[in-house]
């Protein structure tokens, strides 16, 4: 299996500066944007941007900024991680990619999800009892638009559109669109029937556990008469020069992130024990680049996935660190990667 695709995806955690106060976040969108420079100076296939609507995170329009990371780069697909369609208006988030596509010279490859927060629904004027409605209403017409120069559609939350038009159209080699997914069968099933990709949100305990998730895909694919499309998988991950300096580094960030995470949603407060657990067990790719290496494979090899997308930034973790990462992760760890599926 030599065709593995490995990506990057962030939030936008806003960071510390040097002198150990967060940074604000007009600074920490212009990290973002060398950050995805390194990546494609480095080969490294994919940056996602997530969309969030909170202080902890400073990216809100992600397109905006791949945009602007589109006129600095030349060869690093450009999406999200996720676009929260369901508070969105998906004739908008079609335009915005479609021109993004086009700027990019066909680089554009949104992954449209729910997310996990849910600060987008009140913000924009959506009520969160409609939750699953919204999404699956939403995915259908951006399904379409993808699919269709002119557009016949109607449901319960907009008005019908009738041979409608919407620009930029996409070229002729259309537009990569994925669907992030948390992990219920229903969601799986969704993208297979509007015949999109599946980008399986792997955040914790040991990957092999959605196994199933994967093998209903491909027995969806069956039965509703759809040819399999490139599966991949997103997980939180740092590496770093040996496995106790990626360990070392993460931990008080990890520990920040989900301590306040944790405050928000009733979870009882991390450990270091139970980060460690993660790290050795889970879905954490927290380590040396050899290390890290063997879980992408090892974890892609189980799966039988096409696709790798590490979340590098967790919590206000410095710039620096983070850049070091990346070089890492594009100088080390993939080409480890590609030799140990070759092998």
Same mark, same amino acid.
């Given at each position: 299996?030599?065709?593995?695709?490995?990506?990057?995806?962030?939030?936008?955690?806003?960071?510390?500066?040097?002198?150990?106060?967060?940074?604000?976040?007009?600074?920490?969108?212009?990290?973002?944007?060398?950050?995805?420079?390194?990546?494609?100076?480095?080969?490294?296939?994919?940056?996602?941007? @997530?969309?969030?609507?909170?202080?902890?995170?400073?990216?809100?329009?992600?397109?905006?900024?791949?945009?602007?990371? +589109?006129?600095?780069?030349?060869?690093?697909?450009?999406?999200?991680?996720?676009?929260?369609?369901?508070?969105?208006?998906?004739?908008?988030?079609?335009?915005? =990619?479609?021109?993004?596509?086009?700027?990019?010279?066909?680089?554009?490859?949104?992954?449209?999800?729910?997310?996990?927060?849910?600060?987008?629904?009140?913000?924009?004027?959506?009520?969160?009892?409609?939750?699953?409605?919204?999404?699956?209403?939403?995915?259908?017409? =951006?399904?379409?638009?993808?699919?269709?120069?002119?557009?016949?559609?109607?449901?319960?939350?907009?008005?019908?559109?009738?041979?409608?038009?919407?620009?930029?159209?996409?070229?002729?080699?259309?537009?990569?669109?994925?669907?992030?997914?948390?992990?219920?069968?229903?969601?799986?099933?969704?993208?297979?029937?509007?015949?999109?990709? !599946?980008?399986?949100?792997?955040?914790?305990?040991?990957?092999?556990?959605?196994?199933?998730?994967?093998?209903?895909?491909?027995? +969806?694919?069956?039965?509703?008469?759809?040819?399999?499309?490139?599966?991949?998988?997103?997980?939180?991950? =740092?590496?770093?020069?040996?496995?106790?300096?990626?360990?070392?580094?993460?931990?008080?960030?990890?520990?920040?992130? =989900?301590?306040?995470?944790?405050?928000?949603?009733?979870?009882?407060?991390?450990?270091?024990?139970?980060?460690?657990?993660?790290?050795?067990?889970?879905? !954490?790719?927290?380590?040396?680049?050899?290390?890290?290496?063997?879980?992408?494979? +090892?974890?892609?090899?189980?799966? @039988?996935?096409?696709?790798?997308?590490?979340?590098?930034?967790?919590?206000?973790?410095?710039? +620096?660190?983070?850049?070091?990462?990346?070089?890492?992760?594009?100088?080390?760890?993939?080409?480890?990667?590609?030799?140990?599926?070759?092998?």
């Amino acid at each position: 299996m030599s065709d593995i695709q490995l990506g990057l995806d962030t939030f936008g955690d806003v960071s510390l500066g040097a002198d150990g106060t967060p940074k604000p976040m007009d600074q920490v969108l212009r990290d973002v944007v060398d950050q995805a420079v390194l990546a494609d100076e480095l080969g490294i296939h994919f940056i996602g941007l @997530g969309e969030h609507h909170r202080p902890d995170f400073a990216i809100s329009s992600p397109e905006i900024v791949l945009a602007a990371i +589109a006129g600095r780069t030349k060869q690093i697909k450009l999406g999200t991680a996720v676009t929260v369609l369901s508070s969105d208006d998906p004739i908008r988030v079609f335009q915005r =990619f479609s021109t993004l596509n086009a700027l990019s010279g066909g680089r554009a490859e949104p992954i449209l999800g729910r997310g996990s927060f849910t600060e987008s629904y009140p913000l924009f004027g959506y009520d969160l009892r409609d939750y699953d409605m919204l999404f699956e209403e939403k995915l259908d017409l =951006f399904a379409k638009l993808a699919r269709n120069p002119e557009v016949n559609w109607s449901g319960q939350h907009r008005t019908p559109l009738k041979g409608q038009k919407v620009y930029p159209p996409l070229g002729d080699e259309g537009m990569t669109v994925w669907v992030g997914v948390g992990g219920s069968p229903e969601s799986v099933v969704r993208v297979v029937r509007h015949d999109l990709q !599946l980008m399986l949100a792997i955040i914790g305990g040991d990957p092999r556990r959605f196994a199933p998730y994967i093998d209903l895909y491909h027995r +969806a694919c069956d039965q509703l008469k759809k040819a399999p499309r490139p599966v991949g998988i997103h997980s939180p991950g =740092f590496v770093a020069e040996t496995d106790e300096a990626a360990r070392e580094a993460l931990w008080p960030h990890y520990q920040e992130m =989900f301590g306040r995470l944790g405050r928000e949603r009733g979870w009882p407060a991390t450990t270091k024990d139970r980060y460690i657990d993660e790290v050795e067990n889970g879905s !954490l790719y927290v380590g040396s680049p050899e290390t890290v290496a063997k879980k992408i494979a +090892a974890a892609v090899s189980a799966l @039988g996935v096409q696709r790798f997308d590490m979340k590098y930034a967790t919590g206000p973790m410095p710039h +620096a660190q983070l850049m070091e990462c990346i070089r890492l992760y594009g100088e080390r760890v993939i080409p480890m990667v590609n030799e140990i599926l070759a092998g």
